[in-house]
Nanobody
């Protein structure tokens, strides 16, 4: 079971990035996926999540209206499209899944498998 987050980089404020979370070793279609981020000196925070079916999504207040989570089960991948980026979005972004199929977690503690993180840096 492996998750790989990619797509991060350096972008100017107001710019866009699309993060990808690719799964290997298991069928991601059966699992909810969450995106989290951690900035230096701060706790990890939830950004967005999507249910296994894609029918339910959640966003942190900081992400609403700017970020869009989606999934392509044929590619075993979940995406986080980030628009209108701000310097405060700078962080390492992680994707994660719960261990139980079809379960849609309510808290970060329910996520079991984590990717290695992708750095997003937004310059002002």
């Amino acid at each position: 079971v492996q998750l790989q987050a990619s797509g991060g980089g350096l972008v100017q404020a107001g710019g866009s990035l699309r993060l990808s979370c690719a799964a290997s070793g298991f069928a991601l279609r059966y699992y909810a996926v969450g995106w989290f981020r951690q900035a230096p000196g701060k706790e990890r925070e939830g950004v967005s999540s999507i249910s296994s079916s894609g029918g339910s999504t959640l966003y942190a207040d900081s992400a609403k209206g700017r970020f869009t989570i989606s999934r392509d089960n044929a590619k075993n991948t979940v995406y986080l499209q980030m628009n209108s980026l701000k310097p405060e979005d700078t962080a390492v972004y992680y994707c994660a899944t719960p261990s139980e199929r079809l379960w849609y977690p309510n808290s970060v503690d329910e996520y079991h498998y984590w990717g290695q993180g992708s750095q997003v840096t937004v310059s002002s």
